[in-house]
C-alpha cells in the first residue's frame, strides 16, 4: 500500500512537467507557424501591392521603361449586320464618341469594318466600310474567321491617315480617354490569361517551327485589344488570316482551340513576323473579375454563362445593357 501511494504521488509531479513541456512546445511552434504565416501574407500583399500599381505586365528585354507613341491611332471595329452585333456597335460607337476628346485621349478616326457584304442601317450612323464575307462555308459555322479576312480587305482599299490601328470589337466600351500605348514596333496587348501558348506546345509547333524560336516568342494575346502600327499590321494581317484557316482544318487545333482559335492564329501569326507585344493588363478590364474602372480603359462585358450542377454560375455578363446609352433604341 504505502509503495503505491509513494509511486502515484511521484509521478504527479511528473505528469505536471511533462504537460507544462508540452504546453510550452505546442506555444512555440503556434507561434513559429503564425509568425511564418504572416511573412508569407505579408509577401504575398506586397506582390499584389506590385502588381496592381504597375500597369505593364510584361516588356520585351531592351524596353526598360513604360514608353508610349504619343500619336494617334485609328479605331477599327469589326462586325457583322446581325441584330446584336449592331446594337453593341453603337453602344462602343457611342462611347468612344464620348472619350475620344477629353484629355489623355489619342484615339483618331473610328471604322466600323462590315464583313456581311452589304449595307445596313447604320451607315449613315457611324462611319463604315463594307467587305466580303469569306466564301460560302469556309468558315465552317464559325464566324470569327471573317474577322482576319476583312481586316486584310480593309487594309487594301481603305487610305488611313493615322500611323497606328487599335483593333477593336463590339463588345468593348472606352470607359477612361485611351492613349496610345503601343511603343513603336512593340504593339500594345492584353493578355488573356486563357491563351497559352506553352501549355498547348505539339499544337503551336504546327504553325511556329524550332526554326522560328522558343514557343514563349508566341505571346498570350488575341487579335483584340491590339494597338499596333498601321504598316506592322499589313504584313500580318494575310498571314493571320492563313493560319486561322490552317488551324480551323487541323482536327486537333480546332477540337482544342474551340471559340478562340483565331485569338492563337493572331498569336501565332504576329510572332511569325518576329512581332512581340508589350502586354498592358490595364488596357482592358473583365468583369465580375475586375471591379474598378479607375485607371482602365476598356470593358469587355460579353461572356458565356457556364453553370454546374448545383446551377451556379461561372462566367456571367454583369453589365446592365439597358444602362450603357441613355436613350431606348432599337435596329432591325
Request: proline share 7%; net charge neutral; aromatic share 12%.
Amino acid at each position: 500500500m504505502t509503495g503505491r501511494r509513494n509511486t502515484g504521488s511521484a509521478s504527479v509531479p511528473l505528469l505536471v512537467l511533462l504537460s507544462l513541456g508540452f504546453c510550452f512546445a505546442t506555444y512555440n511552434l503556434q507561434t513559429i507557424i503564425w509568425h511564418n504565416i504572416a511573412i508569407m501574407r505579408s509577401a504575398v500583399d506586397d506582390s499584389n501591392r506590385k502588381l496592381l500599381s504597375d500597369p505593364i505586365l510584361e516588356m520585351p528585354d531592351d524596353l526598360q521603361k513604360q514608353k508610349t507613341s504619343g500619336s494617334p491611332f485609328h479605331v477599327a471595329l469589326t462586325a457583322t449586320d446581325a441584330p446584336y452585333s449592331k446594337w453593341q456597335s453603337r453602344i462602343m460607337y457611342y462611347w468612344y464618341k464620348k472619350k475620344k476628346d477629353l484629355p489623355g485621349s489619342e484615339m483618331g478616326g473610328f471604322t466600323r469594318i462590315l464583313h456581311s457584304g452589304n449595307r445596313d442601317n447604320l451607315m449613315d450612323e457611324i462611319p463604315t466600310i463594307v467587305v466580303d464575307p469569306l466564301p460560302a462555308g469556309l468558315d465552317r459555322g464559325y464566324i470569327v474567321l471573317n474577322r482576319p479576312w476583312a481586316f486584310v480587305q480593309w487594309l487594301e482599299k481603305a487610305t488611313i491617315e493615322e500611323e497606328y490601328i487599335l483593333m477593336a470589337e463590339p463588345d468593348h466600351i472606352f470607359v477612361n480617354p485611351l492613349p496610345n500605348l503601343a511603343d513603336g514596333g512593340y504593339p500594345a496587348a492584353f493578355p488573356f490569361f486563357y491563351i497559352k501558348p506553352a501549355e498547348n506546345e505539339n499544337i503551336i509547333r504546327k504553325f511556329f517551327p524550332q526554326e522560328n524560336g522558343p514557343v514563349t516568342n508566341v505571346d498570350p494575346i488575341g487579335n483584340s485589344p491590339v494597338i499596333i502600327k498601321t504598316d506592322l499590321l499589313k504584313k500580318i494581317a494575310p498571314t493571320w488570316m492563313n493560319v486561322s484557316l490552317r488551324m480551323k482544318d487541323d482536327s486537333e487545333t480546332d477540337k482544342a482551340f474551340g471559340w478562340v482559335l483565331e485569338m492563337y492564329a493572331y498569336a501565332v501569326a504576329s510572332a511569325l513576323h518576329g512581332v512581340r507585344h508589350v502586354l498592358r493588363k490595364d488596357l482592358m478590364l473583365q468583369p465580375p473579375w475586375d471591379l474598378q474602372t479607375a485607371k482602365k480603359f476598356i470593358i469587355h462585358y460579353t461572356y458565356g454563362c457556364d453553370y454546374n450542377l448545383k446551377v451556379k454560375v461561372h462566367f456571367f455578363q454583369a453589365i446592365d445593357h439597358a444602362k450603357l446609352l441613355p436613350e431606348h433604341f432599337s435596329v432591325s
